[in-house]
C-alpha cells in the first residue's frame, strides 16, 4: 500500500501476502511436497543481496535476466526467459502480455521494485503499483 523498498524482499507485503494467502490455496497433496530454498535478493536496507527461505517466491532480476551488478549470487533461470517473448505474462482475460513483478528492490531508487514491462524488458516500479506475479516454488 505505500511506495518502499525497505527491508526488500524479505520485509515485503508481496511476499507476506504469498506465504499467507496464496499458499494455502494450493492442494494439500501440492503444499505437502513444496520444499523450501534459499532466495536471493537485493536489499537497499543492507546494500546488498540478502538470503531468505521461501516456499513461495516471484523471480529476481538475476534469474529471470542473467546476471546483474547488485545481485551477485543465486540461480539462473534465464533458459526459461531466454528472449523478451520467453518473459511474457498474460492476466486471464487478456490477449496483451501484463507488467509483472521481480523482487528485487532497486539500487538506487527508495520505493522501487524491479519488474518486467509488457514487452519483456526490465523495468521499476513503486511498490503500491498493481502488477502481476510470476509465482516459483520447488517440488
Known sequence: PTDTNEGGWQESDI??????????????????NIKEVTKYSYSRTENGTVASQDMIWIPSVRET?????????????????????????????????????????????TGIFSSVHYYGGRFGDYASKELGVAIGFCL
Not at 501476502?17 to 499458499?23: A, G, T, Y
Not at 549470487?73 to 490477449?95: Q, V
Request: aromatic letters at 16%.
Open 65 to 109: 535476466l542473467g546476471g546483474d551488478s547488485w545481485e551477485d549470487c543465486g540461480p539462473d533461470y534465464t533458459a526459461f526467459f531466454l528472449e523478451d517473448e520467453g518473459r511474457h505474462k498474460y492476466h486471464p482475460g487478456n490477449s496483451a502480455p501484463s507488467w509483472w513483478w521481480l523482487r528485487s528492490a532497486s539500487s538506487r531508487r
Open 15 to 32: 511476499r507476506s501476502w504469498l506465504h499467507e494467502s496464496i499458499l494455502p490455496l494450493f492442494p494439500e497433496t501440492v503444499r505437502a
